[in-house]
């Protein structure tokens, strides 16, 4: 069993996807709907996904939880809410208790495009993320390298909430520096409610010369950090399309853990994903 704990949808008669700029960027301005997930994932032997908010509307929500509750494949959201509202607890409670609010199992939001490399610990995104902890879900972590120490301030002030970091923290892997990433990413998986999505990691190298040498120090790098037990597979489908495929995805994925015994593999690749947003698979 394979669980694909990141990737995306969108249709874009009903929205826009407005972070879609730009030419190099233009093969995903089309609709990606889950029918076409589902072609790839049951040929590449995924049976469950997590589909992960793509925008910060507080539509797109309740749309992903109706698609989850209407699917075989989609095992658990991480939506999306305001976490800067006063009103976030009820808006929570709100999608718990709505159309596929079981599926609902964690938050995101992009704290990447924040100009405050703080964003994290402003004490009304601090009371955002208690009551995301208080709702029974995990937060998915979207940052880039220069946020992530207050992304460890933040996993240090909540410990009863549980972090997910996506995509590695975003590392420069196109230019090959390791520092201070995996400082950064040492300080954060010593945190015990801190977890890692091995993901998005051929976005972050050259699109069009990359290589699994090239990603090497960077899974082992969160692989020796956070160990397989705190580690999950994510395909960052369709976004990974601009540099590989879906199956080419799973297979680099599942080259860069090859050391890891039988048991630590199904961890990467299911356990630690099923155990940390409680799927029901």
């Given at each position: 069993m394979i669980v694909d704990a990141h990737h995306h949808v969108w249709d874009l008669s009903i929205r826009d996807q407005d972070w879609i700029t730009g030419p190099e960027l233009a093969p995903l301005r089309r609709d990606f709907t889950l029918r076409e997930l589902e072609a790839a994932a049951r040929f590449a032997g995924v049976t469950?996904?997590?589909?992960?908010?793509?925008?910060?509307?507080?539509?797109?929500t309740p749309e992903f939880l109706a698609l989850a509750a209407d699917s075989d494949l989609v095992a658990g959201v991480v939506g999306w809410t305001d976490l800067t509202s006063p009103d976030v607890a009820d808006a929570l409670a709100k999608l718990r208790e709505g159309p596929?609010?079981?599926?609902?199992?964690?938050?995101?939001?992009?704290?990447q495009g924040e100009p405050d490399p703080r964003w994290l610990v402003r004490p009304d995104v601090t009371r955002g993320l208690s009551a995301v902890a208080d709702a029974g879900l995990v937060?998915?972590?979207?940052?880039?390298?220069?946020?992530l120490p207050a992304a460890v301030e933040a996993a240090a002030r909540l410990p009863e909430l549980t972090f997910v970091l996506d995509h590695l923290g975003k590392p420069p892997i196109a230019s090959g520096e390791l520092e201070p990433w995996a400082g950064e990413i040492r300080r954060l998986a010593a945190l015990p409610n801190t977890v890692c999505k091995l993901s998005g990691l051929v976005t972050e190298a050259d699109w069009t010369s990359w290589s699994v040498a090239d990603l090497v120090p960077y899974a082992d790098t969160v692989l020796d950090a956070f160990g397989p037990g705190r580690l999950m597979f994510g395909s960052d489908w369709p976004v990974c399309l601009l540099a590989s495929d879906y199956?080419?995805?799973?297979?680099?994925?599942?080259?860069?853990?090859?050391?890891?015994?039988?048991?630590?593999?199904?961890?990467?690749?299911?356990?630690?994903?099923?155990?940390?947003?409680?799927?029901r698979i």
């Amino acid at each position: 069993m394979i669980v694909d704990a990141h990737h995306h949808v969108w249709d874009l008669s009903i929205r826009d996807q407005d972070w879609i700029t730009g030419p190099e960027l233009a093969p995903l301005r089309r609709d990606f709907t889950l029918r076409e997930l589902e072609a790839a994932a049951r040929f590449a032997g995924v049976t469950a996904t997590v589909l992960v908010q793509t925008i910060t509307v507080p539509e797109e929500t309740p749309e992903f939880l109706a698609l989850a509750a209407d699917s075989d494949l989609v095992a658990g959201v991480v939506g999306w809410t305001d976490l800067t509202s006063p009103d976030v607890a009820d808006a929570l409670a709100k999608l718990r208790e709505g159309p596929g609010g079981e599926y609902l199992v964690g938050i995101r939001h992009q704290v990447q495009g924040e100009p405050d490399p703080r964003w994290l610990v402003r004490p009304d995104v601090t009371r955002g993320l208690s009551a995301v902890a208080d709702a029974g879900l995990v937060y998915d972590l979207l940052v880039t390298p220069h946020q992530l120490p207050a992304a460890v301030e933040a996993a240090a002030r909540l410990p009863e909430l549980t972090f997910v970091l996506d995509h590695l923290g975003k590392p420069p892997i196109a230019s090959g520096e390791l520092e201070p990433w995996a400082g950064e990413i040492r300080r954060l998986a010593a945190l015990p409610n801190t977890v890692c999505k091995l993901s998005g990691l051929v976005t972050e190298a050259d699109w069009t010369s990359w290589s699994v040498a090239d990603l090497v120090p960077y899974a082992d790098t969160v692989l020796d950090a956070f160990g397989p037990g705190r580690l999950m597979f994510g395909s960052d489908w369709p976004v990974c399309l601009l540099a590989s495929d879906y199956v080419e995805v799973i297979d680099v994925a599942e080259s860069l853990v090859s050391a890891v015994s039988l048991a630590e593999d199904r961890e990467v690749f299911g356990g630690t994903a099923i155990r940390t947003y409680g799927l029901r698979i």
